[in-house]
């Protein structure tokens, strides 16, 4: 069994509480709502004993977690480029009781909402990806408020006010202290616009592929710095510095692109056909205004078809083309995807959006068993991968209530995977067959 190569985790001098992490996680798997109430009813379990284990057990969720992403490292092929990708999530949340909720922006619901975020990290080659780390974010309010943390249990060492992009590089720090191997970092235009991030994943020694917003300013010829020359003896002399090259919005430089700018690259297989798309690629420089600096960047522009049109999604990464090619560098771009569909699964599926514990180790301890669970969905579509190349996580799970509950044959089992896996083909067939 899986989990039993986390056993002792869950061990302390005087008691295992082993068997409480495999009802835990025999609950996220049978039960339909994964909280800690519906999953002790599910299983006819102690609620009391359950809460305690979540709530006040003192076993390690960051070792666990970086257990997780060991065996997520050594699972995943290596026949392709593997990134670290980072992104942020959000759970809508009732009242101000629960570990870090605030009304901020959630992506969950894609506007502002009484909520609690986290950024994570998701190790991905080709189609499997799976979450290896986890960070809660603290709004100021909370890191402000001593009394606040106090009650929910926040260690001192963690009330300290981090953004987002700082609580990412806190994670590409561990994962490399730990070992863990990516070829480049991935993240939407939160880390791409950022900065201080960007400069701190280059400083070690690391590639970026990161989103940038359309209304990012490059400039297309590097510029140099300089104080303009007082006009007159009236007023102050001038002393903010000025480009020598003028800059304009990404978004106002792809309308100037004609159609031999562009390259029609297939970048990989998907679930509805080759996925191809138009991309361009060109140096360009940024001016940092806060340092005063100018920095060069690799500008990609892609453009896709989608069933809502055309997707325009631009890039900065640090790569040079001498080090890639332009099918790598598409590659890396469109990589994304997976960690909003490892969202998905740990949602929709595993039920992470569903905690109603307040604490703060208990949210760490909830997140490290869904991820634990996660990184075995990983391993079983990569055990299975050539038997069943479609196989989903949705599947793992149904099979999985199969072999607890058995309310149907072997036989009918697998013939509803058997038709299951017959859909997502000729899908996929009736892709392919219009490209």
Same mark, same amino acid.
């Given at each position: 069994m899986?989990l039993?190569?986390f056993?002792?985790?869950?061990?302390?001098?005087?008691?295992s509480?082993?068997?409480?992490?495999?009802q835990?996680?025999e609950?996220? /798997?049978?039960?339909?709502?994964k909280?800690?109430e519906?999953?002790?009813?599910t299983?006819?379990?102690? &609620?009391?004993?359950? *809460?305690h284990f979540?709530t006040?057990?003192?076993?390690?969720?960051?070792?666990?977690?970086?257990?997780i992403?060991s065996? /997520?490292?050594q699972?995943?092929? %290596?026949?392709?480029?593997?990134g670290?990708?980072i992104?942020e999530?959000?759970?809508v949340?009732?009242?101000?009781k629960? /570990?870090g909720v605030?009304?901020q922006?959630?992506?969950?619901?894609?506007?502002?909402? !009484?909520?609690?975020?986290?950024?994570f990290g998701c190790l991905?080659?080709?189609?499997y990806?799976?979450l290896?780390d986890?960070?809660?974010?603290?709004p100021?309010?909370?890191?402000?408020?001593?009394?606040?943390? @106090? #009650?929910?249990?926040?260690?001192?060492e963690?009330r300290?006010?981090?953004t987002?992009?700082?609580?990412a590089?806190d994670?590409?720090k561990?994962q490399?202290?730990m070992?863990?191997e990516?070829d480049y970092?991935g993240?939407?235009g939160? &880390?791409? !616009?950022d900065?201080?991030f960007?400069?701190s994943?280059? @400083? =070690?020694?690391?590639? &970026? =592929?990161?989103?940038i917003?359309?209304? *990012?300013?490059i400039?297309?010829? %590097?510029p140099e710095?300089y104080i303009?020359e007082r006009?007159?003896h009236?007023?102050r002399?001038?002393?903010?510095p000025?480009?020598? +090259?003028p800059s304009v919005?990404?978004?106002? &430089?792809?309308?100037?692109? +004609?159609n031999?700018?562009?390259k029609?690259?297939?970048?990989?297989d998907?679930?509805?056909?080759?996925?191809?798309?138009l991309f361009?690629?060109?140096?360009v420089?940024i001016?940092d205004?806060v340092q !005063?600096i100018v920095?060069?960047?690799l500008?990609?522009?892609?453009?896709?078809?989608?069933?809502?049109?055309?997707e325009?999604?631009?890039?900065?990464t640090n790569?040079?083309l001498?080090?890639y090619t332009?099918?790598?560098?598409?590659?890396? *771009?469109?990589?994304?995807?997976f960690i909003?569909h490892s969202?998905?699964?740990?949602? *929709?599926i595993?039920?992470?959006d569903q905690?109603?514990?307040?604490k703060?180790l208990?949210?760490h301890?909830? /997140?490290?068993l869904?991820?634990l669970?996660g990184?075995f969905?990983l391993?079983e579509?990569l055990?299975?991968?050539?038997?069943?190349p479609l196989l #989903?996580?949705?599947?793992? =799970?149904d099979?999985?209530?199969y072999?607890?509950y058995?309310? =149907?044959?072997?036989?009918?089992m697998?013939?509803?995977?058997r038709?299951?896996h017959?859909?997502r083909?000729?899908?996929?067939?009736?892709?392919?067959?219009?490209?």
């Amino acid at each position: 069994m899986y989990l039993s190569e986390f056993q002792h985790y869950f061990k302390n001098k005087t008691k295992s509480n082993f068997d409480k992490a495999t009802q835990y996680v025999e609950g996220l /798997v049978l039960s339909d709502l994964k909280n800690i109430e519906r999953i002790s009813e599910t299983l006819n379990a102690d &609620y009391h004993k359950m *809460q305690h284990f979540i709530t006040e057990s003192n076993w390690d969720a960051r070792a666990v977690i970086d257990q997780i992403a060991s065996q /997520v490292n050594q699972s995943l092929p %290596k026949q392709k480029l593997r990134g670290l990708l980072i992104d942020e999530s959000g759970w809508v949340k009732k009242g101000d009781k629960s /570990v870090g909720v605030d009304h901020q922006y959630c992506g969950n619901v894609g506007k502002t909402a !009484n909520s609690q975020v986290a950024v994570f990290g998701c190790l991905c080659t080709d189609k499997y990806a799976a979450l290896v780390d986890a960070r809660l974010y603290l709004p100021k309010s909370w890191c402000n408020d001593d009394a606040r943390c @106090e #009650s929910a249990g926040i260690p001192k060492e963690d009330r300290v006010f981090k953004t987002k992009p700082e609580l990412a590089t806190d994670i590409v720090k561990h994962q490399l202290e730990m070992g863990i191997e990516f070829d480049y970092v991935g993240g939407d235009g939160l &880390y791409g !616009n950022d900065l201080a991030f960007t400069r701190s994943i280059e @400083e =070690m020694g690391l590639v &970026y =592929m990161l989103d940038i917003h359309s209304d *990012q300013k490059i400039h297309l010829e %590097k510029p140099e710095l300089y104080i303009p020359e007082r006009k007159s003896h009236r007023g102050r002399p001038p002393k903010r510095p000025k480009a020598s +090259t003028p800059s304009v919005q990404v978004s106002k &430089y792809l309308e100037t692109l +004609t159609n031999k700018d562009w390259k029609k690259l297939t970048i990989r297989d998907s679930a509805k056909g080759k996925l191809k798309g138009l991309f361009h690629f060109k140096t360009v420089y940024i001016w940092d205004k806060v340092q !005063n600096i100018v920095e060069k960047r690799l500008l990609v522009i892609s453009k896709r078809k989608t069933k809502q049109g055309v997707e325009v999604k631009y890039s900065f990464t640090n790569a040079e083309l001498a080090q890639y090619t332009h099918q790598a560098l598409a590659y890396m *771009q469109a990589q994304r995807f997976f960690i909003e569909h490892s969202f998905k699964e740990q949602k *929709q599926i595993l039920g992470m959006d569903q905690f109603q514990t307040r604490k703060w180790l208990s949210w760490h301890h909830q /997140v490290a068993l869904n991820l634990l669970v996660g990184s075995f969905m990983l391993k079983e579509k990569l055990l299975n991968q050539d038997e069943v190349p479609l196989l #989903s996580a949705r599947d793992i =799970m149904d099979f999985m209530v199969y072999k607890f509950y058995r309310e =149907m044959t072997d036989e009918r089992m697998l013939e509803k995977l058997r038709q299951r896996h017959e859909k997502r083909q000729r899908d996929i067939d009736l892709c392919y067959s219009k490209q």
